[in-house]
């Protein structure tokens, strides 16, 4: 006889109400607003685009002009969040760039059904944090989140867990380098870190592949740099 509990007897947060509605329509509105990503910077060339993601200075002009659109990562990214975090029994979560808070559910949501647990998140726009606390509120998730407000690079930079699990970098590409070096000494051996849309910060992917940075690494999809920290 099996020790474990049938799987359609164990179906998670990720695939009940009052979450699995949430993201089935947030996914919706995702889908919807992308093509108006694409005018909110019409009137930027290709060239000033690709400029601007790569800028360390530039960041919070481009994502104020972004402040209405979800910008959330895809259904897979989020199932490999939720996945991973699941199966590493991850119990203590930081994100950058929470955005209306998709991601965020995705791994709290695999908080949840670890038994408990700590997701920091850090967004600078007001009024995402405040769409992504009633996201969170609505799928009863939010006593697992703290959303730090604020830039990143000063909030993630006191306050973090001994010990890190998980990693999700999602906030302005250029920082990537700079955001993982202020965790980088709380990652546990074996830590995940997932980035999302890498390809945009070429000195992070060159940081995580190098041969003795202390990670193993490998590009995910079509869109995700997946690193384990080493140790
Ligand atoms: C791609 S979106 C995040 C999407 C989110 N992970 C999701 O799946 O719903 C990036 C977010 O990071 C925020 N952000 C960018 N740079 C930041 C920084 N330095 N500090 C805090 N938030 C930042 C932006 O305002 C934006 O909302």
Do not use: W
Request: proline content about 5%; aromatic content about 6%.
């Amino acid at each position: 006889m099996s020790h474990f509990p049938a799987a359609t007897e164990t179906l998670g947060t990720l695939h009940t109400a009052p979450l699995a509605p949430l993201l089935t329509r947030l996914f919706a509105q995702a889908e919807e607003n992308s093509p108006r990503n694409a005018e909110a910077l019409a009137d930027l060339s290709d060239d000033e685009l690709e400029r601007q993601m790569r800028s360390k200075t530039g960041y919070i002009d481009f994502y104020t002009r972004l402040k209405d659109f979800p910008l959330a990562v895809s259904p897979e990214t989020g199932q490999l969040l939720y996945m991973l975090a699941r199966s590493m029994r991850a119990q203590n979560v930081v994100e950058f760039g929470t955005s209306f808070g998709v991601s965020t559910l995705h791994l709290a949501a695999a908080l949840r059904d670890n038994g408990g647990g700590r997701l920091i998140s850090c967004e600078f726009e007001p009024s995402k944090i405040e769409r992504a606390q009633r996201n969170l509120s609505e799928a009863r998730l939010l006593d697992l989140v703290e959303l730090r407000a604020g830039d990143a690079l000063q909030t993630l930079s006191a306050d973090l867990p001994a010990a890190i699990d998980l990693v999700l970098l999602d906030g302005a590409k250029a920082l990537y380098p700079e955001i993982l070096a202020l965790l980088e000494d709380r990652l546990r051996p074996g830590a995940f870190v997932v980035a999302d849309n890498a390809d945009h910060s070429p000195a992070y992917l060159a940081r995580v592949r190098s041969s003795n940075a202390g990670y193993m690494s490998i590009p995910v999809g079509a869109d995700v740099e997946l690193s384990m920290r080493l140790g």
